[in-house]
């Protein structure tokens, strides 16, 4: 059943509660697309078939003796390579971990999979996280399902996970996010990703790029689905110290399907005013859509998001440097030289310039804090731009060249700065049919909310349900 591989993972998990379909099927239908597609995409490092199918015969049994099932039995997913599985490899897209096994499972692996879901395979990404665009010179650097003749970004580093999701090999996948690595390939491929409130989720287990900034979260290709996997993600972890005690809200059930009377704040300046003119065509269009829908809109500014860039900087330069010291000293060889690049100069951040950033992140986060007391959510496009070809070093944004990287992070990583909740949702395509996603953003904690305006979006549109020129 080819149309299996686009099932939500909702429609999945019923479909198995039923009987209409076996975990067993599903799992093999992903498996044989992977194997048909992948060739090419490369969005999977390791494929993980016979413990995916031998997990399936487990789900498919409880399912006939009519055991209690969670609330994706049967759901296969994909993980980015950084998160830890027990017994299989996790190479966090590097040369340096290609040969480590973890002894146990990152805590949302075990989450997810004792929630029902079964994990197909460890994705591709970026080395060590460690870049927007989502480039891998050990494994490859993973083809954008969107355009099948132009060899274009998927978005880091979690684009493995994009590919595969957007391209029907996995229906959902776990990302991380340190400056937008879970909505940037989101964006430019067309799906719907949270990065959720920091301290929400545990990072136990998972490989760091910058602790204080790091989150991790679900990449699906429905705000529904995002839902379903963050619930059972999310949750204080002793394994974590940094997260958070606060109850964990129903996510599904918080997906009324209305926002009349939530108040929206429109970023306009700095955001909206400077991206591409698909981008601010297709997201002034969305804003009216929640209109539509019974929202008020109205413009806000953040004047201490000029300082993000700088603080950030800041922030992961010295604490990737922390963590790559040794093999920067011992096996600098083995780093593709990009990163390696990339994580040298965090040697020479001093102590105070570190405290300085975490300072101005404190300022930012307040000023948000004040913004989103007065609106619900803030809306601006995810990214100015849409996915450039692999090896373009600068953009063409209305007429004047930029930076393909620091326009890829520019509206993204002022929400890892501020550790506010931040989703990506598919709302339009260019000229070139490429995808534009727009960002929702919240309250700290408040991921249901972000996940509510998504969810009525999409309710009454269908960019998310579009599928890439592929074939099947």
Known sequence: MADLVWASMGELARLIATKAVSPLEVVQTHLDRIAALDGKLRSYITVMADPARRAARAAEAAVMSRERLGPLHGVPFGLKD?????????????????????????????????????????????????????????????WNPWDPTTHRFCGGSSSGSGAAVAAGLCPGALGSDTGGSIRIPSSLCGLTGIKPTYGRVSRAGVLPLAWSLDHVGPMCRSAADCALMLGAMAGHDPGDPSTSTLPVPDYVAALTGQVRGLRVGLLRRSFL???????????????????????????????????????????ISAESYAYHEHWLKTRPEEYGRDVRERLLPG???????????????????DEMDRV???????????????????????????????????????????????????????????PDGLPIGMQVIG????????????????RVTDWHTRRPPLGG
């Open 273 to 315: 005013e400077s991206a591409g003119a698909a981008q601010r065509q297709v997201v002034e269009q969305a804003v009216r859509t929640l209109e539509g829908q019974g929202a008020s809109v109205r413009e806000v500014v953040l004047d201490q998001m000029t300082y993000a860039a700088g603080a950030a900087a800041a922030v």
């Open 443 to 458: 309250r700290s904690f408040d991921e249901a909310t972000v996940l509510r305006v998504a969810d009525a979006y999409q």
């Open 372 to 430: 989103l007391a007065d609106v619900d959510v803030l809306i601006a496009p995810t990214l100015p731009i849409a996915a450039p070809p692999v090896g373009a070093r600068e953009v063409d944004i209305d007429g004047r060249p930029h930076p393909v990287r620091a326009s890829l992070v520019r509206y993204t990583r002022p929400f890892n700065v501020s550790g506010h909740p931040a989703a990506s949702v598919p709302c339009g395509f260019t």
């Open 82 to 142: 950084l998160y830890c599985t027990k017994g299989v490899r996790t190479t966090g897209g590097s040369r340096i971990l290609a040969d480590w096994v973890p002894v146990e499972d990152a805590t949302v692996v075990s989450r997810l999979t004792a929630a029902g879901a079964i994990v197909l395979g460890k994705l591709n990404m970026h080395e060590f996280a460690y870049g927007p665009e989502g480039l891998n010179v050990h494994y490859g650097t993973c």
């Open 347 to 365: 040697a020479f951040v001093s102590g105070a310039d570190y405290l300085r950033g975490q300072r101005v992140r404190g300022l930012i986060r």
